[in-house]
């Protein structure tokens, strides 16, 4: 059974960068980030099939990339520039599309944003 563990979260400035990872237990095609503020809906944030097509949220273009490395079924999300309103709780995301979500999520990971 395939399972999803994330990483990589954390306090950081504005301006600041992390790098959170995801490595699932099995070969995904599809992989991908979405994000859950308080008070807010759960949101896509950027999404990689295993030919490397991706699809990111408006506002977070030019400042995070994902990637993935298929031999390690891992999925990476690099966040550059980081603002207050990136604070959330990040999710990993498998089985879906580069437009929607599959039934497969991780556990979670906050990410704040902070001076």
């Known amino acids: 059974q395939v399972q999803l563990v994330e990483s990589g979260g954390g306090l950081v400035q504005p301006g600041g960068s992390l790098r959170l990872s995801c490595v699932a237990s099995?070969?995904?095609?599809?992989m991908g980030w979405y994000r859950e503020a308080p008070g807010k809906q759960r949101e896509l944030v950027a999404t990689?099939?295993?030919?490397?097509?991706?699809n990111y949220v408006d506002s977070v273009k030019g400042r995070f990339t994902i990637s993935r490395d298929n031999a390690k079924n891992t999925v990476f999300l690099q966040m550059n520039s980081l603002k207050p309103e990136d604070t959330a709780v990040y999710y990993c995301?498998?089985?879906?599309?580069?437009?929607?979500?599959?039934?497969?999520w991780g556990q979670g990971t906050q990410v704040t944003v902070s001076s």
């Open positions: 099995g070969r995904i095609l599809t």
């Open positions: 990689i099939t295993n030919i490397g097509t991706r």
């Open positions: 995301n498998a089985g879906g599309t580069i437009y929607h979500p599959g039934g497969l």
